[in-house]
């Protein structure tokens, strides 16, 4: 066995009995039956050309995956409840430490494997439900193990990886959006505390969380010596027992097994060495995360692309109608094989991009800007494509596309997320024509 299966994710109850032989003879039965989800019978992405361990990644979590069925999830929509039995199966299996070193008791495998993970976990009929309620916990923590203090590292790592302390994310404010340089959220130094101040929104899993990863403001922005300066990242406990910390769960359209909310901050006291790296520094240091998690919501898109089309395709074998399935109507089955050609094209900048963010880690040839227009057009692309595929899923099943046993409906309300967040396509086409194409920045 490589040192890469010899990490602590291959040494949980799911692989404890299992020899590297049993596993490759799994991964070449897979191939043949392409069953590794609970939403089909049938796997339709191509698989050729994926590392040994993306698909040993993908054979693995799609067996936990399958042990939580559509109605698990479409019951959880419903009733907006979180899944934490689905979360606590990822944690006793090693997978929420998928990214971090082994030195800190994580797996040390790349994003390039994170994002199969999460592909795997959206197609398996989890859809973004599913995937973000684990997203944090991979990406978030990204810049926690790189810059983190010994303390911190051996304190909070552990207990993330284990599950038992569930992570959000806290950047976004109601008045700055994506203008990260202006958060207003003011973190002020009082001896050997931080008084919080300020507003968050759109705060995924903040109702579960025990830990926020928080950027604030520790110097004004005019008195900063540059925009990109003046911001500090902090982990902190959310501490709902502590004065100074309330949080409004946001009703919203798609996603609704996990919460996200308004989290306000008002006086709300944190000790001084949660802070990450130095004062500061924090859009630098978070920036380290920001590529990874493009890669990852292009990642859950192509899932959940692929699992509508998937749901299309067997509706349109099986649909009879005028004593013929719809699948021979070309009005119905051109549009899924235009769709099916538009996911396995993002899915090929997705892994590419992944690809050059692991590599760049040690390959100085590999510049962060080359690495950004990558994970964007990456993110960019899967989300277009899963949203076609999403709605051509729908459409396809007719009225009863409309229902929610069929499950598309519910994809179809979760896919406009990765179109949105963490960065707007327009956002992203500013970002791409600027960096690859030279023109004058717009914003």
């Known amino acids: ?48 050309g994926f ?33 934490k039995e689905f979360h606590a199966a990822l944690a006793r299996d090693g997978w929420l430490g998928i990214a971090l070193p082994e ?37 978030a923590t990204q810049p926690l193990a790189r810059f ?22 806290g950047v976004t404010e109601p008045n700055a959006g994506l203008d990260t340089l202006r958060l207003s959220t003011t973190a002020k130094r009082e001896g050997d505390e931080y008084v919080i101040s300020g507003q968050k929104i759109w705060t995924t899993c903040g109702q579960v969380a025990s830990k926020m990863i928080l950027l604030a403001r520790t110097t004004a922005y005019e008195d900063a010596p540059r925009p990109s300066q003046g911001l500090s990242l902090f982990c902190i406990d959310l ?57 990852l919501l292009a990642g859950e898109a192509l899932g959940l692309g692929y699992a509508a089309l998937t749901r299309a395709a067997t509706y349109a074998r099986e649909r009879i109608v005028f004593q013929r399935p719809i699948g021979m109507n070309q009005g119905v089955a051109h549009p899924l094989a235009d769709s099916y ?45 899963a949203f076609t595929a999403c709605e051509r899923a729908v459409l396809a099943h007719g009225g009863m596309g409309y229902a929610a046993e069929y499950d598309v409906e519910r994809w179809f309300r979760e896919c406009l997320v990765p179109r949105i967040a963490p960065v707007s396509r327009e956002m992203i086409l500013n970002y791409v024509g600027e960096k690859a194409l030279g023109l004058p920045k717009s914003y």
């Open 103 to 139: 030195t800190l008791g994580g797996s040390g495998l790349g994003i390039s494997e994170a994002a199969m993970m999460m592909q795997t976990i959206a197609e398996s009929g989890a859809g973004m439900a599913g995937a973000q309620a684990v997203h944090a916990n991979v990406y």
């Open 148 to 169: 983190g203090s010994d303390e911190q590292l051996s304190e909070t790592i552990p207990g993330i990886i284990s599950g038992r302390w569930r992570t959000c994310f």
């Open 1 to 48: 066995m490589s040192s890469i299966l010899n990490s602590r994710i291959w040494q949980s109850s799911c692989w404890r009995a299992s020899s590297y032989k049993r596993l490759q003879s799994q991964i070449t039965t897979e191939a043949k039956h392409r069953n590794l989800s609970c939403t089909a019978h049938r796997r339709i992405m191509d698989t050729t």
């Open 341 to 385: 050609m538009h996911l396995e094209a993002a899915k090929l900048a997705t892994y590419h991009a992944a690809r050059l963010y692991d590599a760049s880690k040690t390959d100085s040839s590999i510049t962060q800007e080359v690495v950004g227009v990558a994970a964007n057009s990456a993110k960019y692309l899967a989300a277009e494509a």
């Open 239 to 295: 501490d709902r027992t502590q004065p100074g910390l309330s949080m409004r769960k946001i009703k919203k359209m798609g996603g609704r097994a996990v919460d996200a909310n308004e989290v306000f901050f008002d006086g709300y006291r944190i000790p001084a060495n949660t802070l990450i790296g130095e004062e500061g520094q924090g859009f630098r240091i978070v920036l380290h995360g920001m590529n990874a998690e493009r890669c």
């Open 51 to 83: 590392t040994e361990t993306q698909l040993a990644v993908r054979q693995a979590v799609g067996q936990v995956c399958s042990r939580f069925s559509n109605t698990y999830w479409q019951e959880l929509d419903q009733k907006e409840q979180d899944p």
